[in-house]
């Protein structure tokens, strides 16, 4: 018997935890894909190799990527800024990230033959990033279906996606059901060894925690996880 | 005064370097951009280094990509064919390499400030790659038009694809018109000194040259590059 395969985007975060947990629920074996791409907060790689062992994946591949840069996030333009409502992209948007990390779980898919690759992008409790969009997803699913050979031979590798709908508190709920390792993750952008719970990423956590009415696992410096203990 | 920029995805090969050629008539400031995936015809790297210091790149960035294969070009799936005509994908395929490319390239592009993507694919003279064909660059360029921050904004990068619709013997006599370097162009998948003159890229390079009615300006291996001295 051959199991269907799946390659599964896995930064360590949140997210794409339980979106591995989701392609483990489907009974797909799973070949996890991470990134360091020179990210602040790389401890998110430690947690992502913790994780994939956790999932008995099949292989867990970990890519340098050269030459990704224009970030706040990987150093190069200025500091993280705190969480902040705001209209525009925030200076954490690293150009293209979601289509270089697409791009190559695309390659090593069609390499070991996968159906399905699993990325935890979501778009209703998001950082307003473009690649986080039903649209972005729709779109790189045509340049599956027309620049790869499994593609225009009628059977393109799906993009799964089954975060992208979903608030945050819905996410976190759907974690605890699978139970999911979330005190293995970590979301925070400064990568410490307690999150700061106050970059974008960490209080869209916290907010998804209390929405879920679950307790988040993690350490947070002081008290600033707020809420936490409801 | 500003230039405009332009990002040239540049193989050191026959169509990247007229490829390159056409932006320069056009006037854009080039920042070349290269891969090592582990091809065996490394020697386009150096070819590439040549052509970007010929045309006053403004850097020329070779980027090394991990976890590429699943190819006869990278050496994992067996030697690399002659030439034959037939309906299916070649095992040269490697498997999402131009979305790689490209994806690496509006990375490089969306930091630098790049109003287009130059790349050198052809639909015509081919050898079979979905990922050379008019729909993919479409598909692609709609990724980049909802996934990207600049596209989003309503400026999305463009990518330009000068070869797409012409046959090899018009890219060459585009080439010569554009002055374009063909001496330091190198396509031979086996990379030698001197090109086999046998396998798919020899083959359409050597009919090219035929077609044009121009004499190869490179050195083949014997008198295989048929038809040369014409």
């Known amino acids: 018997m051959t199991s269907k395969k799946a390659v599964v985007l896995l930064s360590g975060g949140l997210d794409s935890t ?19 791409y020179g990210q602040k907060h790389r401890r998110e790689l430690e947690n992502a190799s913790r994780i994939a062992s956790y999932y008995y994946c099949k292989e867990h591949r970990v890519i340098t990527l050269e030459g990704v840069g224009g970030s706040s996030l990987t150093g190069d333009r200025g500091d993280i800024p705190p969480y902040e409502e705001r209209e525009e992209i925030p200076s954490t948007y690293v150009p293209a990230r979601n289509i270089l990390f697409l791009s190559y779980a695309l390659g090593y ?9 699993f990325i935890g992008v979501n778009a209703v409790d998001y950082s307003g990033y473009p690649d986080c969009r039903p649209e972005f997803i729709d779109a790189f699913q045509q340049v599956i279906r027309v620049g790869t050979k499994a593609g225009v031979e009628g059977r393109p590798i799906i993009i799964k996606a089954p975060l992208l709908n979903l608030t945050k508190g819905e996410i976190i709920r759907l974690g605890v059901k699978n139970k999911a390792p979330l005190h293995l993750t970590t979301s925070c952008y400064h990568g410490g060894d307690k999150a700061c719970g106050r970059c974008d990423s960490c209080v869209l956590r916290i907010k998804g925690f209390a929405e879920a009415g679950v307790k988040d696992p993690i350490p947070y410096q002081e008290c600033q996880g707020g809420g936490l203990d409801n």
């Not at 339980?18 to 991470?34: D, F, H, K, P, W």
């Not at 898919?109 to 399905?116: F, P």
């Open 18 to 36: 339980i979106s591995l947990s989701v392609a483990y629920q489907e009974g797909y074996l799973v070949y996890a894909l991470s990134f360091d």
């Open 109 to 117: 898919g069609e390499a070991v033959g996968a159906k399905a690759i």
